[in-house]
């Protein structure tokens, strides 16, 4: 049984930080991708970050690009995504998602979700 848990969400002002953890259980990333993806209100599900076996640095989104990082802990079955300098518009519901071999370049292509973290940012 796979199972994601996200943490970390919350209320920030613009050019803050949050940092997301999954906890991950029931894959291994061998063969799994992880990553995340956000759900924007009134937006379809968009894919902001994700991390391959056959890559060896994590790919993100364009709106990602330079203010996430996201990364594995030491040992342990937990990865994170460090949000600086959030703008509004990084407002929405974080999922962390897995899937086999290849990163989803949909929703339609995650085959496992954590139930979501809200993070809104908002002065």
């Known amino acids: 049984q796979v199972n994601l848990v996200e943490s970390g969400g919350g209320l920030v002002q613009p050019g803050e930080s949050l940092r997301l953890s999954c906890a991950f259980s029931?894959?291994?990333?061998?063969?799994?991708?992880i990553g995340w993806f956000r759900h924007a209100p009134g937006q379809e599900r968009d894919g902001v970050s994700c991390l391959s076996p056959i890559d060896d640095n994590p790919n993100y989104s364009d709106s990602a690009k330079g203010r996430f990082t996201m990364s594995r802990g030491n040992g342990k079955n937990t990865v994170y995504l460090q949000m600086n300098s959030l703008k509004p518009e990084d407002t929405g519901v974080y999922y962390c998602?897995?899937?086999?071999?290849?990163?989803?370049?949909?929703?339609?292509?995650?085959?496992?979700w954590g139930q979501g973290t809200q993070v809104t940012v908002s002065s």
């Open positions: 998602v897995a899937s086999a071999y290849m990163c989803p370049r949909s929703p339609s292509e995650v085959e496992h």
């Open positions: 029931g894959i291994t990333l061998d063969y799994y991708t």
